[in-house]
C-alpha cells in the first residue's frame, strides 16, 4: 500500500537558517503529494502541494519539487523565522482514490 | 466563513464509558474525513463521508468505533467502552471536491483521555 517516510525530529534551526525536511513514498501510479503544518494548539492546514512530475509547490518561501525519479517531495525553505515553529506533515493522495496517506510528522524548533 | 468546528476541545473519560465527538464541517463541503493522531505518530485514517454514498469505514480500528453524518452535515464519532489506548487527539477534516486546490480543512481536534 501507499506510505510516507519522514525524517525524524525535532528539527532545531538558529532564526535565518536554511531548512530541509525529507520526505520519500511509496505509491503506485501518480499521487497528489501535499505539506501540511500544524501550528501549536491548530489543526492542520495546507502547506503547499504538488500534482504531477517536476511541479513545484510554494507557499510562504517554503517550497517542495515532486521528484518522481526520487519517489521523495523535500520540504526546504531558505531562511527560516521563529513563527515557523511547527509540526510538518509530508502526505499523498493515489490516483483514484480518496484517502490520503500521512506521514509521522516532523517537528521544527527555531531559535531566535 | 467559519471554519470547521470540534467539540469538545478535551474530554476525559473513564475507561468503559462511551464518548461522543463532534464535528461541524465547512458549510457545502460534502466530503468528511475523521483522524486519531496519537503521539509521536502521524494521522490514522478512520472514515471518510461522501455526500450521500455510504461511507469508508476501512480505517476504523474496531466496532467500538462508530460515526455518522446527519443531512450531509455535522458528523458524530462515537466510541464505545473506552480503553486507554483510545486516548489520542481526534481530528475532522472537510474539503470540496468541487473546486481544483483539492484542501483538506481540518478541525482543531478533540483530545480524548482515557484513565
Known amino acids: 500500500g501507499d506510505s510516507v517516510t519522514q525524517m525524524e525530529g525535532p528539527v532545531t534551526l538558529s532564526e535565518e537558517a536554511f531548512l530541509t525536511i525529507n520526505c520519500t513514498y511509496t505509491?503506485?501510479?501518480?499521487?497528489?503529494l501535499f505539506w501540511y503544518v500544524q501550528y501549536p494548539g491548530e489543526g492542520l492546514q495546507l502547506l503547499l502541494k504538488?500534482?504531477?512530475?517536476?511541479d513545484k509547490g510554494s507557499n510562504k518561501g517554503f517550497e517542495a519539487t515532486y521528484r518522481k525519479e526520487t519517489t521523495s517531495f523535500h520540504l526546504e525553505k531558505g531562511s527560516v523565522q521563529v513563527s515557523d515553529s511547527a509540526v510538518y506533515f509530508c502526505?499523498?493522495?493515489?490516483?483514484?482514490?480518496?484517502?490520503?496517506?500521512f506521514g509521522r510528522g516532523t517537528s521544527l524548533i527555531v531559535h531566535p | 466563513g467559519a471554519g470547521v468546528s470540534q467539540s469538545p476541545s478535551n474530554k476525559v473519560t473513564e475507561k468503559g464509558k462511551d464518548v461522543e465527538l463532534r464535528c461541524d464541517p465547512i458549510?457545502?463541503?460534502?466530503?468528511l474525513y475523521w483522524y486519531r493522531q496519537s503521539l509521536g505518530q502521524g494521522l490514522e485514517f478512520l472514515i471518510y463521508?461522501?455526500?450521500?454514498?455510504?461511507?469508508?469505514k476501512s480505517g476504523l480500528p474496531s466496532d467500538r468505533f462508530s460515526a455518522e453524518r446527519t443531512g450531509g452535515s455535522v458528523s458524530t464519532l462515537t466510541i464505545q467502552r473506552t480503553q486507554q489506548e483510545d486516548s489520542a487527539v481526534y481530528l475532522c477534516?472537510?474539503?470540496?471536491?468541487?473546486?481544483?486546490?483539492?484542501?483538506?480543512?481540518f478541525g482543531p481536534g478533540t483530545r480524548l483521555l482515557v484513565l
Open positions: 477534516a472537510s474539503l470540496d471536491w468541487g473546486v481544483l486546490e483539492e484542501t483538506q480543512y
Open positions: 502526505a499523498l493522495r493515489g490516483g483514484g482514490s480518496y484517502i490520503p496517506t
Open positions: 504538488a500534482t504531477k512530475a517536476d
Open positions: 463521508f461522501q455526500g450521500n454514498s455510504a461511507p469508508d
Open positions: 505509491a503506485t501510479g501518480y499521487p497528489s
Open positions: 458549510s457545502g463541503h460534502t466530503a
